[in-house]
């Protein structure tokens, strides 16, 4: 098993059959062309795909959508 950390954040344990999936193969499986932030793993011998997207937001829009 290894420990994949997730935007210095989140930190889970993978299975060694899975392949962490670069940001190219990220943005041709969800067509994202602007926006870079994510992260995921694919098990291509089970059929299984974990991704994490997330976006970030300028300092005061985060700080509104926090108290909204």
Do not use: C
């Not at 899975?18 to 992260?39: A, C, H, I, Q, S």
């Not at 291509?44 to 509104?64: G, R």
Request: net charge negative.
């Amino acid at each position: 098993m290894g420990r994949q950390t997730i935007n210095e954040t989140f930190t889970l344990q993978i299975p060694d059959s899975f392949e962490v999936l670069t940001e190219d193969d990220l943005r041709k499986m969800y067509r994202n062309v602007g926006d870079p932030f994510g992260w995921g793993v694919r098990d291509t011998e089970n059929h299984v795909i974990i991704t994490a997207l997330w976006k970030q937001y300028p300092a005061l829009l985060s700080w509104t959508l926090e108290y909204a």
